[in-house]
Nanobody
Framework: QVRLQESGDASVQAGGSLRLSCAAF????????MGWFRQAPGAEREGVASIDSDGRTAYSDSVKDRFTISKDNVKNTVYLQMNSLKAEDAAMYYCAAQFHSTLTAIQALGLMSRPDFGYWGQGTQVTVSS
């Protein structure tokens, strides 16, 4: 089993920055696909950013050039640096992970919001005030 522990809820003013973290514990593996998806009230889930064990990354068009995903393999933790935040970025953000994975980052971006993807964190509420 795997447990994903996300950082706590966060709020910021529009234009500001936040960094989310997600630490993986348990039966992890060095072949992985990890990332973040988000869901705002009344909206569908949206894959935001992903990273695979070859270091490739992928981003949704809505966050590209503003968000950066990275992974510390020693700490087994993935980070999402979010800059230039907008009101429309406010949502519940979920960390997602698949281990023993053969997915590329691009593939994972489109699949991670599905319940059968692998593991999800508990969710982090991001609030952006104008």
């Amino acid at each position: 089993q795997v447990r994903l522990q996300e950082s706590g809820d966060a709020s910021v003013q529009a234009g500001g920055s936040l960094r989310l973290s997600c630490a993986a514990f348990g039966n992890t593996n060095n072949r992985y696909s990890m990332g973040w998806f988000r869901q705002a009230p009344g909206a569908e889930r949206e894959g935001v950013a992903s990273i695979d064990s070859d270091g490739r990354t992928a981003y949704s068009d809505s966050v590209k050039d503003r968000f950066t995903i990275s992974k510390d393999n020693v700490k087994n933790t993935v980070y999402l640096q979010m800059n230039s935040l907008k009101a429309e970025d406010a949502a519940m953000y979920y960390c997602a992970a698949q281990f023993h994975s053969t997915l590329t980052a691009i593939q994972a971006l489109g699949l991670m919001s599905r319940p059968d993807f692998g593991y999800w964190g508990q969710g982090t509420q991001v609030t952006v005030s104008s």
